[in-house]
């Protein structure tokens, strides 16, 4: 859980209020148990559809009634809503719309308009897009910290060839460091979103996904605590990097590319590199940090 609008705008959006949050408290922490038989679990998954839509519904109300069953149509492609137990709301949103995107504009305005600017909650700089705004083109040469930022927005576009092609579970959350010529330490997390055609399901997810459509977004600091893959990259090299994750081909001279800033678990500089980001961890977290936990970390080693 993380502070903040972080990201792009996001596909699907829920409204919590305190008893839907209880709920999924006692349902998914208090209530669940871990060693439990496969009936109690699949009963706890399937309560869980009916919260995630009943979260749903409550930010669909905020909508125009005319938008809110196409909108969750869009969110669960294929699906019978009827059958998902989804009924749209009859009452009016009592909000003005004034554009073509009601969702956009009800989260651009709750952000930019109605939260206290003392939490300093803001959009994120680096990977929210605006209305009409495009990916821009890969820098031709790098001389300023916005041609590093527009570097990275480029290949954050969804269908980037490096996300759409090493598409595996445990390629989903990488851990970068960045060394700076001035001997300081950035470090930042490459976050894949993957695209679900719906989310309900129990079985079949590969049948639901869309390579095409993932994408990645780059967040400063570390978040999440079961990263995939460690990056270890040179400001010299960070131009290079986001050449290979543009045209990234899955071929034996791309994967050895890679293998120059990917740590590979028969690395050996694996566990080195693995106490620096868990140090760094601790500096950055020294609250909410906690062990980094590797049982999801890229399976391959060569």
């Known amino acids: 859980m993380h502070k903040g609008a972080l990201g792009n705008l996001p596909k699907t959006l829920w409204v919590i209020d305190y008893?839907?949050?209880e709920r999924v408290y006692y349902s998914l922490v208090a209530g669940f148990d871990v060693y439990g038989t496969v009936g109690h679990q699949l009963v706890e998954r399937l309560y869980m559809d009916r919260l995630r839509i009943e979260?749903?519904?409550?930010?669909?109300?905020?909508?125009?009634?005319e938008t809110r069953k196409e909108?969750?149509?869009s969110w669960y492609l294929d699906m019978n809503l009827e059958k998902m137990n989804y009924y749209q709301g009859a009452l009016p949103s009592g909000i003005h719309f004034t554009t073509p995107d009601p969702k956009r504009e009800f989260v651009e305005h709750l952000i930019s308009r109605e939260i206290n600017k003392e939490t300093a909650i803001t959009f994120d700089k680096i990977n929210y897009m605006q209305s009409g705004e495009d990916y821009p083109e890969i820098p031709l040469n790098y001389e300023s910290p916005d041609?590093?930022?527009r570097g990275f927005r480029a290949v954050s576009r969804p269908g980037t060839p490096f996300v759409a092609l090493i598409n595996d579970h445990n390629a989903n959350l990488a851990y970068m460091r960045i060394r700076l010529k001035n001997g300081k330490d950035l470090v930042a997390t490459l976050v894949v979103n993957r695209w679900h055609n719906n989310v309900a399901f129990l079985l079949g997810e590969d049948k639901r996904l869309n390579p095409l459509k993932d994408k990645i977004e780059?967040?400063?600091?570390?978040?999440?605590?079961?990263?995939?893959?460690?990056?270890?990259?040179?400001q010299?090299?960070?131009?290079?990097?986001?050449?290979l994750i543009n045209s990234f081909d899955a071929s034996e001279k791309s994967k050895s590319r890679l293998k120059k800033y990917g740590i590979n678990r028969s690395d050996d500089r694996f566990w080195e590199t693995y106490?620096?980001?868990?140090?760094?961890f601790d500096e950055d977290e020294p609250v909410r940090g906690g062990l980094l936990d590797l049982n999801r970390y890229f399976h391959k080693a060569n």
């Open 147 to 149: 041609d590093y930022l």
């Open 236 to 243: 010299d090299d960070i131009p290079d990097f986001i050449n």
């Open 19 to 21: 008893p839907l949050f």
């Open 71 to 73: 909108i969750m149509q």
């Open 218 to 234: 780059f967040i400063p600091g570390m978040i999440g605590s079961y990263p995939n893959m460690f990056f270890d990259i040179h």
């Open 275 to 280: 106490d620096w980001f868990q140090k760094r």
């Open 55 to 65: 979260g749903e519904s409550y930010f669909l109300d905020f909508l125009p009634p």
